[in-house]
């Protein structure tokens, strides 16, 4: 069993930045692939971001590639997203899962409560 919560969301101005995190429990955080998917009103949910077990390998939808960047502790339990240069269509509910199995949503598992991100033109 897996618990994920993600916290750090929040309402900022285009052209500004949030640190998302997404806390993990469970002994064998370390051996799964995480993502990051975001879903904003009226739209089916979407990846955003992944990562491997290691924090080696990671992928990016190509919207937000250069501006997001994706991490994550081992030690801490504890995935990130950090997210720069925001735009107003970057705004939606954003949400973490593991493991990450590939783009479609429905590959998932687990997922946290989801955090709000809005960005104001």
């Known amino acids: 069993q897996v618990q994920l919560v993600e916290s750090g969301g929040g309402l900022v101005q285009a052209g500004g930045s949030l640190r998302l995190s997404c806390a993990a429990s469970?002994?064998?955080?370390?051996?799964?692939?995480m993502g990051w998917f975001r879903q904003a009103p009226g739209k089916e949910r979407e990846f955003v971001a992944s990562i491997n077990w290691s924090g080696g390998v990671t992928d990016y939808v190509d919207s937000v590639k250069g501006r997001f960047t994706i991490s994550r502790d081992n030690v801490r339990k504890t995935m990130y997203l950090q997210m720069n240069s925001l735009k107003p269509e970057d705004t939606a509910v954003y949400y973490c899962a593991a493991p990450f199995r590939g783009y479609d949503p429905r590959l998932c598992d687990y997922w946290g409560q989801g955090t709000q991100v809005t960005v104001s033109s």
């Open positions: 469970g002994r064998t955080f370390s051996s799964y692939a």
